[in-house]
């Protein structure tokens, strides 16, 4: 089935996947091209419901309930006059300009829909990253991978169910009882599920599921560089090591691992690291429909090649940007890192790129201005670079760290409902379980 074009229909931009970038544009496109009725705005996402993918480590360690957390696109859309599709796309025909989706499932393996093709005139494609696991053995088959909300929700449910059966298992016994966690990949995702899993490991407590000690929780992160957060400085390294190891996590740096087994981790020299709960974090990688995806520029980790006007390097109709994109400024060795505020800061400016390209306007081009990097350690405290290479430590960075969500809720629903988000966060903080036990 498609869908066809009638001639004096108006243009049509489609943004394939609605995260931290992609649903900033279709706000943004929807409020301006789409109210005017200049333009017909479509969001297409493989899921229903979208959440901020930097909080998936709290949703991970049930810190943060993601149903408490989640937007639902098509209650979104129809409030900023765009459309929303579900579906996941398989393909593009550059020649027709249509993106092709997968059949539609319940999860049950019941059809819903069929393959079916959606017209462009415009593509946008911002379907982030996922983990990227080097082919390291076993790690498929064994790690949970915090690329979407259903793997956080996956490894918050396993958690869980760890302190039920060490509860159940206390009826019969008074020995201690030992958790073993291993993170592989001391990046900003590793150090800060690190962090938040050593609090979980607390809150279970005040809520009576105490048959594992705090004690007797191990959490090893294994790193092979020679540092955690290679892109902090080496004092904010430094700094969140130590508060790391003041948790009593064990952080293991130039230690590469070599497999992963159903209760180990297997390191250089055949070191094996007991492990329960694994977690891969060690890099990223566009999602592999990419891959040399309708003759487009890809690089060797199937993000797609784009120039400063966010425009692929061999189409003119197919932009992309976020995690899925690779961007090297002119002079520059490196990509623009795959981060939320890339993601954010390419939503802006490509807004601006479309609405030129449809008045036949010169393309403005994207700059990156990297504001510094801030990573959570917990509740209290936040460790970072701020512009110029400013170091901030402890709630200050903290408070900072915390309104980069609010930043983005403002990007999507503006300031007065970000208010009234903040102040219901606020009393389902200070009345709910700070922890979630379901
Ligand atoms: C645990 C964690 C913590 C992080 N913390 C930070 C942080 O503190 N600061 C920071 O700057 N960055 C952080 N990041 C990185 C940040 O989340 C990403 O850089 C950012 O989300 C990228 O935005 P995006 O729009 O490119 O992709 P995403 O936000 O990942 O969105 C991609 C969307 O595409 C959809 N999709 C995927 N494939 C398809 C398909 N084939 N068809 C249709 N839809 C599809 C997905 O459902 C999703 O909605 C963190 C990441 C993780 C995992």
Known sequence: MTQSKSSNSPTRIVIVGGGAGGLELATRLGKSLGKSGKAQVLLVDSTLTHIWKPLLHEVAAGTINSFEDELNYFAHAS?????????????????????????????LGHEIAPERSLRYDNLVISIG????????????ENCIFLDSRAQADRFQREFLNLYLQAQARSLETTSPQVLNIAIIGAGATGVE??????HATHEFIRYGLN?????????TLIEAADRILPVLSTQNSAAATKQLLDFNIDVMTSRRVTAIHPDSVECDGGILIPATLKVWSAGIKAPDVLKEIAGLETNRINQLVVRPTLQTTR??????????????????????????QVANQQAIVLAKILKAKLAGKPLPTFTFSDKGSLISLGETNTVGNLVNKINVQG???????LS??????????????????MFKDLLSRTSGPTLKLH
Do not use: W
Not at 129 to 138: E, I, K, L, R
């Open 211 to 219: 048959s594992i000690d705090p004690k007797n929780v191990s959490i």
């Open 395 to 401: 709630m200050f960075a903290r408070i900072m760290y």
């Open 193 to 198: 599920l690190a962090a938040e899993l050593h």
């Open 315 to 340: 189409d003119d109709s197919i932009f992309a940007f976020g995690d899925c994109a690779c961007y090297i400024p002119e002079g520059a060795e490196r990509p623009v890192p795959p981060r939320a």
């Open 79 to 107: 409030k900023n006059y765009f459309e929303f599709h579900l579906g996941q796309m398989k393909g593009i025909d550059r020649e027709a300009k249509r993106i092709i989706l997968e059949p539609l499932t319940d999860g």
């Open 129 to 140: 990253s996922t983990s990227n696991d080097f082919g390291t053995v076993g790690a498929k």
């Open 404 to 421: 980069l969500y609010r930043l983005h809720q403002v990007a999507l629903h503006g300031v007065f409902k970000t208010s009234v988000l």
